[in-house]
């Protein structure tokens, strides 16, 4: 396969903060950008050369788009499928369609990988009350029920305590195609963000530790405070799913580690993820920088890890009270601010994060949290 080289064109479906950070590394590269979304003056399109406005099933639309690029990626899995196999008839699409087809679907995902041997949270296929109440006799309480599709940040699920629970759940997902899983005791959640070529080459940042909030990632440690052992697990574990799925690009493993040590794998996002924002500055080559070299057949990138890093996530809910204290949080030493561009704050909008680097793991964690807290300080005159 040739390597598409700097002078050519990147084309992005989907136009949030994550096609941002790769349009900024393509920038820097020399690449143009185009993006493809309903979303008008996005967070992508502020940074693209052009910015294409149409829904993902105007696929009319999307075979024009496709016919002025030379490889397209996605930072948004929930693209319909359908518009990955249009834009596939002129263009490479990386990860190509399958991997995208089979991760966007939590029942097609959990499938694959406990057919390829990966462990996985006991699952059962629900589409009737029939089924829900059969499964949950199978599983046992508490459980979670989720949406086979489109779900992301908590979104799509509802957990399932005693039998009480069930009318609520069966209402709130409205008979739609789930699955049921078993609830995970876990001692902490971790994530592997890694990267495969064509040529088979693989690169990872690092096993790191994710803190949630009301279901949406509040806090990553990087490295995570976890035994080497674990550590190498996970990243094997990566290794192997990559391979299986046959990844061109960057994918990003969810897991549990359970009280005994052991890996659950619970979902994979086949692109740059939330929890590997730390990158952009703490490592010699970004997720986004990664993920363009991946996709566009040129060498992967060091993942070296220059200095410990803390991410956190800037919500809308920080607005509430009017603008952040930006200048009390930036005169803490090694905080580094990114905001995404996007117009209008609200409650739990994902509208920027920090990173924060120190000499560790411990220094990093405590001077993010002065930074947050420090954004909520009132101004000075």
């Not at 550590?231 to 061109?248: C, F, G, H, Q």
């Not at 590997?276 to 997720?287: K, L, W």
């Not at 704050?345 to 920027?352: E, S």
Request: proline content about 5%; aromatic content about 6%; overall charge negative.
């Amino acid at each position: 396969m040739k390597p598409i080289l700097p002078g050519r064109t990147i084309g992005i479906l989907g136009s949030g903060q994550l096609g941002r950070m790769l349009a900024i590394e393509a920038r820097k590269m020399g690449y143009g950008v185009q993006t493809f979304s309903p979303d008008t003056n996005s967070p992508t399109g502020q940074i693209a050369d052009k910015e294409w406005v149409a829904h993902y099933d105007d696929l009319d639309q999307v075979r024009a788009f496709a016919k002025e690029v030379d490889v397209i990626t996605f930072e948004f899995e929930n693209v319909p499928f359908a518009t990955v196999q249009a834009a596939e008839e002129f263009a490479p699409v990386r990860p190509k369609g399958s991997v995208l087809h089979t991760t966007q679907h939590r029942l097609r995902e959990k499938t694959f990988l406990r057919d390829a041997g990966i462990p996985v949270t006991p699952f059962e296929r629900v589409t009737n009350e029939a089924e829900l109440r059969a499964a949950l006799l199978k599983l046992g309480y508490p459980a979670i029920l989720k949406t086979a599709g489109f779900g992301y940040d908590g979104k799509g699920q509802v957990k399932i305590f005693t039998e009480a629970d069930v009318p609520t759940a069966l209402s709130q997902l409205a008979n739609q195609e789930s699955i049921l899983e078993a609830f995970v005791d876990f001692e902490r959640e971790l994530s592997i963000v890694a990267a495969r070529g064509a040529d088979g080459s693989f690169e990872h940042y690092g096993a790191v530790e994710n803190i949630h909030k009301n279901h949406i990632l509040d806090i990553t440690i990087a490295p995570g405070r976890i035994s080497p052992q674990v550590a190498s697990n996970a990243i094997e574990l990566a290794r192997v799913i990559l391979d299986k799925l046959d990844v061109v690009g960057v994918l990003c493993v969810e897991l549990f580690e359970t009280k005994t040590g052991a890996l659950v794998v619970n979902e994979l996002a086949p692109r740059p993820h939330n929890s590997g924002h730390f990158t952009f500055d703490a490592s010699m080559t970004s997720q986004f920088a990664q993920q363009l070299r991946a996709v566009c057949h040129v060498p992967l990138g060091s993942t070296e890890q220059l200095r410990s890093a803390v991410m956190v996530n800037l919500l809308g809910d920080l607005w509430e009270n009017g603008e952040p204290n930006w200048s009390a949080a930036l005169a803490i030493g090694g905080v580094h601010l990114h905001l995404y561009g996007k117009s209008s704050a609200r409650p739990g909008r994902k509208m920027g994060h920090l990173t924060v680097l120190a000499e560790s793991v411990e220094v990093a964690l405590a001077n993010a949290r002065l930074a947050r807290n420090a954004l909520q300080s009132p101004q000075k005159a």
